[in-house]
């Protein structure tokens, strides 16, 4: 089955300390990209970071950064310095290489930032 | 460029009836992706439309149907509504390249919340 799965539902953080959500994988397939979406209370989807399976160099945008894991099919978000806005609801997710306009999503870690 | 957008955002309709959704998206993309995003199974893949055919499709059933036009917009149609279609729909757009997806990157819509009483 194709799965991902984000063990915790619900994460806190203090605002400018480091915070990591976790996500792990089940697919059989090799070409793959893994995304980390944030959803805030607008509902508005936003791409955080996305990193390709075959590259062994971890993705790091600004403030985010990911630890990929192939053979663990793991793939989880580091949000340093955290801050108010960073607040949201968090989903991780895969598409196939071949099928790049289906997103698998997992079942989100909603994100509190406390001041 | 403007992003992707999606009309109606609020939707209240009748259990029986049918609905279509609009989504227009980024210019320059050709990839429209549709989602059914709800409290109890989450974020689900419903289908994918690339130059006006339908690409992928997810386990949804035939009540669910999409189209996609020349410029790229789209559309989503539900009928005979029920109770459980009640969700935020979400679209997205990406960049595609005949046969393949160039960045696998896709950028969402604010949503229709569709509401089926």
């Known amino acids: 089955a194709q799965t991902v799965t984000q063990s915790q539902p619900e994460m806190s953080v203090q605002e400018a300390e480091t915070v990591t959500l976790s996500c792990t994988y089940d697919?059989?397939?090799?070409?793959?990209?893994l995304f980390w979406y944030k959803q805030p209370p607008s509902r508005q989807m936003i791409l955080v970071i996305r990193?390709?399976?075959?590259?062994?160099q971890n993705a790091t945008e600004n403030r985010f950064s990911v630890n990929f894991q192939k053979a663990a099919k793991s793939f989880s978000l580091k949000i340093s310095d955290s801050q108010l806005g960073d607040a949201a609801m968090y989903f991780c997710?895969?598409?196939?290489?071949?099928?790049?306009?289906?997103?698998?999503f997992g079942q989100g870690t909603e994100l509190s930032v406390k001041p | 460029k403007a992003g992707v957008t999606q009309t109606p955002r609020y939707l209240i309709k009748t259990r029986g009836q049918q609905v279509t959704l609009s989504c227009s998206p980024i210019?320059?993309?050709?990839?429209v992706s549709w989602y059914q995003q709800t409290p109890g199974q989450g974020l689900q893949f419903l289908f994918e439309?690339?130059?006006?055919?339908?690409?992928n499709k997810g386990n949804f059933p035939g009540r669910f149907s999409g189209r996609q036009f020349s410029n790229s917009r789209s559309e989503m149609n539900v009928s005979t509504l029920e109770l459980g279609d009640s969700a935020l729909y979400l679209c997205?757009?990406?960049?595609?390249?005949?046969?393949?997806?160039?960045?696998?990157?896709?950028?969402f819509g604010p949503g229709t919340r569709l509401t089926v009483t």
């Open positions: 997205a757009s990406s960049q595609r390249t005949s046969g393949a997806i160039m960045s696998h990157e896709q950028y």
């Open positions: 697919t059989s397939e090799s070409d793959y990209y």
């Open positions: 990193q390709e399976a075959y590259k062994q």
């Open positions: 997710a895969y598409s196939f290489y071949n099928q790049g306009g289906k997103l698998i």
């Open positions: 210019s320059g993309h050709r990839s």
């Open positions: 439309y690339f130059s006006e055919t339908q690409r």
